[in-house]
Nanobody, 124 residues
Framework: QVQLVESGGGLVQAGGSLRLSCVASGLTFSSYVMGWFRQAPGKEREFVAAIRWSGTSTIYQDTVKGRYTISKENTKSTVYLQMNSLKPEDTASYYC?????????????????WGQGTQVTVSS
């Protein structure tokens, strides 16, 4: 059974930084992708970033390019999202997700497994 557990959210002032972690277990795919999404109250869940578990390919949403960095630590089955220069509009619940694939999907419906989310609040 695939399980994803996020952590690292919190309250931070605008301009600050946070690092989110997502620990994965039960992954038996030969190749898969880990993605980060976020959802603010009253809004749809939106893509943030994704990374292939094998290799170094990554993609980002345009609004976070240059501020966010997705990375992985294979030995710990963990994916990170380093968030710098945070803005109030980055406030949302952040979710990690995964699916077995060789591509890097940007749509939530393309992912099969989800974590419970971690709240990020950026104050102005």
């Amino acid at each position: 059974q695939v399980q994803l557990v996020e952590s690292g959210g919190g309250l931070v002032q605008a301009g600050g930084s946070l690092r989110l972690s997502c620990v994965a277990s039960g992954l038996t795919f030969s190749s898969y992708v880990m993605g980060w999404f976020r959802q603010a109250p009253g809004k749809e869940r939106e893509f943030v970033a994704a990374i292939r578990w094998s290799g170094t390919s990554t993609i980002y949403q345009d609004t976070v390019k240059g501020r966010y960095t997705i990375s992985k630590e294979n030995t710990k089955s963990t994916v990170y999202l380093q968030m710098n220069s945070l803005k109030p509009e980055d406030t949302a619940s952040y979710y990690c997700a995964t699916r077995s694939t060789n591509v890097l999907p940007r749509t939530a419906s393309a992912y099969d497994y989800w974590g419970q989310g971690t709240q990020v609040t950026v104050s102005s």
